[in-house]
């Protein structure tokens, strides 16, 4: 039956799934590649990377198979869930699972640092839902399959080089300061939420193929959208609090890690100094000039 025709109930919704052969195959790909590379990255790698790869896969799997995946071509606001799912949720899990450490891999070179630099990703993180959006795109994923299923890939390869930027558990071609994250997580938070706004006073997007549905329970098509619209704007935010309280926790860890840095520096610049108490003769010119 189509799942235009069964209304989406909380029974559906826990027992409504979808094989997915290619999905299927690279989840299942994931976990196994990375339980053998756990094993040997261990004890680089914890138990808190993997149970975030495990959550990442499952939360993968919902979104490619579960009900959000049904019901993705029939509502508007599950939609939008599965483009959270697949931009931010499961990205961040899997940048919290430190991939590039397991594997042993650690870019560099100056197209590394340019492609990964914290405001390249931010600028394609904040883009592309305006483009899926507001632009035939959006209509092409609701009709042609493969094209949401590219669309899917792409927003997991940005929504992970993303987090992996500004979070920065695994290598990267140069490391900045967390204070840059906390900055352009505020300027994006404003970004996602006139997105939202436009989504919700704005005309109907794909209206012709909602309608052709026939779809006769549920919210209408105003609704729908309206709800879809607070999903991204309001649940958006809320991930959004919730990354910055990691970013603020691993910004306190880089400040105890550089202060412990420069007191080693200046401890040994101390015990490198000469024994008499005069300031000037730590200075080579002027102990120079008074024939010390």
């Given at each position: 039956?189509?799942?235009?025709?069964v209304?989406l109930t909380?029974?559906?919704?826990l027992?409504t799934?979808?094989w997915?052969t290619?999905a299927?195959v690279l989840?299942?790909v994931?976990?196994?590649?990375?339980?053998?590379c756990y094993r040997t990255?261990r004890p680089?790698l914890t138990?808190?990377?993997?149970?975030c790869?495990a959550?990442?896969?499952g939360?993968?799997?919902?979104a490619?198979?579960?009900?959000?995946?049904?019901?993705?071509?029939?509502?508007?606001w599950?939609?939008a869930?599965?483009?959270?799912?697949?931009?931010m949720v499961i990205?961040?899990?899997?940048?919290m699972?430190?991939?590039?450490?397991a594997l042993g891999?650690?870019?560099?070179?100056?197209?590394?640092?340019?492609l990964?630099?914290?405001?390249t990703?931010?600028v394609?993180m904040?883009?592309?839902?305006?483009?899926?959006?507001l632009?035939?795109?959006?209509?092409?994923?609701l009709?042609h399959?493969?094209v949401?299923a590219?669309?899917g890939?792409l927003?997991?390869?940005v929504?992970?080089g993303y987090f992996?930027?500004?979070l920065?558990?695994?290598?990267?071609?140069?490391?900045?300061t967390?204070l840059i994250s906390?900055?352009?997580?505020?300027v994006e938070?404003l970004g996602d939420?006139v997105l939202g706004?436009?989504?919700?006073?704005g005309?109907?997007?794909?209206?012709d193929?909602?309608r052709?549905?026939g779809?006769q329970?549920g919210?209408?098509m105003?609704?729908d959208q309206?709800?879809?619209?607070?999903?991204l704007?309001?649940v958006?935010?809320?991930?959004?609090?919730?990354f910055?309280l990691?970013?603020?926790?691993?910004f306190?860890?880089d400040?105890k890690?550089h202060?412990?840095?420069v007191?080693?520096e200046l401890?040994?610049a101390?015990?490198?100094?000469?024994?008499?108490g005069?300031?000037?003769?730590?200075?080579?010119?002027?102990r120079?000039r008074m024939?010390?």
């Open positions: 039956m189509s799942a235009a025709i209304p909380w029974a559906t919704a027992t799934w979808r997915n290619s299927a989840a299942l994931a976990a196994v590649g990375y339980a053998r990255a680089s138990r808190a990377n993997a149970a790869c959550v990442g896969i939360l993968f799997a919902v490619t198979m579960g009900m959000v995946s049904v019901y993705a071509p029939v509502l508007f599950v939609r869930l599965q483009v959270l799912l697949l931009l990205p961040f899990f899997v940048a699972s430190r991939p590039l450490t891999v650690s870019p560099a070179g100056r197209g590394a640092r340019l990964l630099h914290p405001a990703t931010s394609a904040l883009a592309l839902p305006w483009l899926f959006y632009t035939l795109w959006y209509g092409a994923a009709i399959p493969w949401m590219l669309t890939a927003m997991l390869t929504g992970f992996y930027a500004r920065q558990t695994d290598p990267v071609p140069r490391r900045y967390q906390l900055v352009i997580s505020i938070s939420g706004i436009v989504l919700w006073l005309p109907l997007i794909a209206a193929y909602y052709g549905l779809r329970w919210p209408t105003r609704v309206s709800i879809g619209a607070g999903v704007w309001l958006g935010d809320v991930l959004g609090v919730f910055i990691v970013l603020m926790r691993f306190s860890a400040e890690r202060a412990t840095v007191d080693a401890d040994a101390f015990d490198e100094a000469p024994a008499s005069l300031w000037w003769e730590n200075d080579p010119q002027l120079s024939g010390r």
